[in-house]
């Protein structure tokens, strides 16, 4: 070998040695097992073959005294030929703050999605996160793709200035910029910079210790950061905000995923400025006297420019839905204007309380009017793709939502509105004074819901028990309507606990006074077993209900499912002789007759019971 040829060599070994080496250890940690329940953003749902959920140690990758919740939205794996799969992304409003994930929009959507294609697996993927921006999706969106959508639903924009890595977060050692933080994110997917961060910086806490606790998470990432209109802070979120989600959108483009996005909303007309500024207080005060004297258009626009004077940023200014309204442009991109239906429903064309339990995170009613809004959008798109719906049209405005959640969640907003940004005076002890005393309020106030509240606040009961004490006692109390809200509430935290839902659903099926509720616990339940007892129950409630299309849409998946069932053949003859065509209903009671001879077990198994 001549000498230049080993030099060259030997040149070429030094440069591949560092590379090598970091292979090495990087392979190393993956074959110790290192971070090993953290690392994947799926796992199997355990005793449960061919569905897996969220991993919820995954969003610890993007802080470090903070773990934000995800919500438990198992879906199929692999995804069933004909089914329809959405994801939505965002931030605590698509999580669902300050209510459990089922009472969030994504879930109200799946609801109508669900009445849209009852005849296809249909899957709603939440992963909402609290304080996560557009650093997040980014990171996000190449395990989106990986999960086969056929829609991906974009809620976000809120958190630019003080979420994770936001232009506007105090505290942090690292440069601000959208080319860091994606940097970072990327970085982050090598076990060896996790355990170097691990090795320098310690364990995580993701806040689980008493002091963590103290404050809430708007009063941990900022203290007196104000952030002025059009200035350098001020822009740099605006610019993160463009730049990331440019390309979250240019990835879903080039996977060709469409997708739908919404603009913001937020409580314009009864948030006062947080930050105090004159300018903003003075637009504030001025926008009221506005609407006091009937002018509503003047009095939006002060009520906007109040919230976009607002030097303390927790609500994005109205550039951020200038630039998510511009999404509209691109060819795979639908916009929903969530902010003009919201000032529509309000009873004063500027939202406030009625529509939102604080600043910006909607009322359990307002998560109940996006879902409205969205889901025509949602169907048209997944129609464009060749998903023609086939919808049963229920009523989806007669509200589920049981009593320990709207407590659950006032006792959330009760520690939110204690503390720092809406108490600009408070510190941890003042806050802490002001809550303990909001909670004894509550301990006074004699209702079911805030005890079971307070309850699984303070002692071992956790939710799901809490949700089957408090159906009991409203049982026992005759309050079969509330029972049942509980019943449903229960069957999101055991989605695949058949005999739970055939038990309560076959409780209250032989009264229609709870159709109502019946139908959408059945169809729940219909969506998560595929089992024709839940079907055969949906078609009872249609029949009562004269909605004689829904019930034979719901029949034929019955038949489907078990096409020798006598109870669906009952249920077809009765569907027929209220449609007039006698001569049908007595060949489906031929065939009941036949299919009943011999029989001796007419119980729940297989989905036999529901006949009313």
Do not use: C
Request: net charge negative.
């Amino acid at each position: 070998m001549h000498k230049t040829s080993k030099e060259r060599l030997f040149i070429s070994a030094l440069v591949a040695l560092p590379v090598v080496l970091l292979l090495t250890a990087e392979m190393g940690l993956r074959l110790s097992g290192f971070a090993e329940t953290r690392r994947d953003i799926l796992k199997p749902i355990e005793n449960k073959d061919g569905w897996v959920g969220v991993n919820p140690e995954y969003p610890g990758r993007y802080f470090r005294g903070f773990l934000p919740a995800v919500a438990f939205t198992p879906f199929r794996s692999p995804k069933p030929a004909d089914g329809i799969r959405v994801v939505v992304l965002g931030g605590s409003s698509t999580a669902g703050f300050p209510y459990q994930w089922y009472h969030g929009f994504p879930a109200f959507l799946e609801q109508r999605l669900t009445d849209s294609y009852p005849d296809r697996p249909l899957e709603v993927i939440n992963l909402g996160m609290t304080a996560v921006n557009s650093y997040t999706l980014w990171d996000l969106s190449r395990h989106v793709s990986a999960m086969d959508p056929d829609l991906v639903v974009v809620y976000t924009g809120h958190n630019e200035f003080y979420g994770a890595f936001g232009a506007g977060t105090t505290g942090t050692w690292y440069p601000k910029g959208a080319w860091f933080g994606r940097a970072i994110l990327t970085l982050k997917r090598s076990l060896l910079v996790q355990a170097l961060e691990y090795l320098i910086l310690g364990p995580p806490d993701y806040g689980l210790n008493a002091g963590a606790n103290e404050r809430t998470m708007m009063a941990r990432v900022v203290q007196d950061a104000g952030i002025v209109f059009g200035g350098s802070v001020y822009e740099a979120g605006l610019e993160q905000f463009r730049s990331n989600m440019s390309r979250v959108l240019d990835h879903f483009e080039r996977e060709r995923i469409p997708v739908l996005a919404a603009t913001l909303t937020a409580n314009l007309r009864e948030q006062h400025p947080l930050s105090q500024t004159e300018d903003a207080v003075a637009a504030f005060e001025q926008a009221h006297r506005e609407l006091a004297a009937g002018d509503t258009a003047a009095a939006a626009t002060l009520f906007h420019r109040a919230r976009d004077l607002d030097q303390i940023r927790f609500r994005a200014p109205s550039a951020v839905n200038e630039i998510i309204r511009s999404w509209g442009e691109r060819r795979n991109v639908t916009v929903v204007d969530t902010e003009a239906t919201f000032s529509k429903a309000s009873a004063t064309g500027i939202p406030g309380y009625d529509l939102f339990t604080d600043h910006l995170h909607p009322t359990a009613e307002g998560y109940e009017l996006m879902a409205a809004s969205m889901a025509p959008a949602a169907v048209s798109i997944l129609s464009e793709g060749g998903l023609e719906p086939r919808p049963l049209v229920l009523d989806w405005d007669h509200t589920m939502i049981d009593g320990l959640a709207y407590s659950e969640a006032g006792i959330l907003i009760d520690r939110l509105l204690s503390d720092y940004p809406f108490n600009l005076e408070g510190d941890p002890a003042s806050a802490r004074t002001a809550y303990e005393a909001l909670l004894n309020e509550r301990q006074r106030s004699g209702l079911l819901a805030d005890s079971l509240a307070l309850a699984v606040m303070a002692t071992s009961l956790n939710t799901q028990n809490a949700l089957l004490q408090g159906a009991g006692l409203h049982e026992m109390r005759k309050d079969s309507a509330e029972a049942l809200r509980y019943y449903y509430a229960l069957f999101n935290w055991q989605p695949f606990n058949g005999k739970l839902m055939e038990e309560i659903i076959g409780r209250y099926l032989p009264s229609s006074s709870w159709d109502a509720e019946l139908e959408k616990m059945a169809l729940f339940g219909a969506n998560r077993t595929d089992g024709a007892y839940f079907w055969n129950a949906l078609a009872v409630t249609q029949i009562r209900q004269e909605r004689w299309r829904a019930a034979a849409v719901a029949l034929s998946e019955a038949e489907r499912i078990s096409p020798s069932s006598p109870v669906m053949l009952y249920n077809r003859a009765r569907l027929e002789l209220a449609l007039g065509d006698t001569a049908a209903a007595r060949a489906t009671l031929q065939a009941y007759r036949q299919s009943q001879s011999g029989r001796t077990d007419t119980g729940s198994a297989g989905g036999q019971s529901p006949r009313q």
